[in-house]
């Protein structure tokens, strides 16, 4: 004979409320540990307003890259051999300018890519993009 400590059958319908206590408790203590730790301020040497320098602009090549495949360098056309010594010239200067390259809409990837890796290889550092129009 089987005894029961409870009265009936009937399934039990309460929550067991320990693992959420137990949740709680660990969330506390994680921000009891971590909240000193975020009060630390930390010290920025941040721009005084009215102290920027005012460095001269750089001069700007554009060089812009037909669906054809035919370039203009500053709105002179340029071929493959032209653009690799101008981009060298370029390169070369005291102060480097920046290359905005303009592809169009129909040319190759590769012949950007090319330009690209020619101007990365003849030294050039500060290529970019022309945003559309």
Not at 12 to 32: E, K, R, Y
Not at 48 to 60: L, M, N, R, S, Y
Not at 93 to 115: C, F, K, N, W
Request: charged share 15%.
């Amino acid at each position: 004979m089987a005894f029961s400590a409870r009265a009936s059958d009937a399934p039990l319908a309460q929550i067991n409320v320990t693992p959420l206590v137990d949740v709680l408790l660990v969330l506390l203590v994680i921000t009891m540990i971590t909240s000193p730790v975020l009060t630390h301020k930390l010290k920025l040497d941040l721009p005084q307003p009215g102290t920027v320098d005012k460095a001269t602009p750089t001069e700007t090549v554009q060089l812009s890259i037909h669906a054809d495949g035919s370039m203009t360098w500053n709105d002179s056309p340029v071929d493959a051999a032209m653009l690799s010594s101008q981009l060298a010239v370029a390169a070369h200067r005291s102060e480097q300018p920046s290359l905005l390259i303009d592809p169009a809409d129909g040319v190759s990837y590769q012949t950007v890519a090319d330009v690209i890796a020619d101007a990365r290889r003849q030294g050039l550092q500060k290529i970019d993009f022309m945003g559309s129009r």
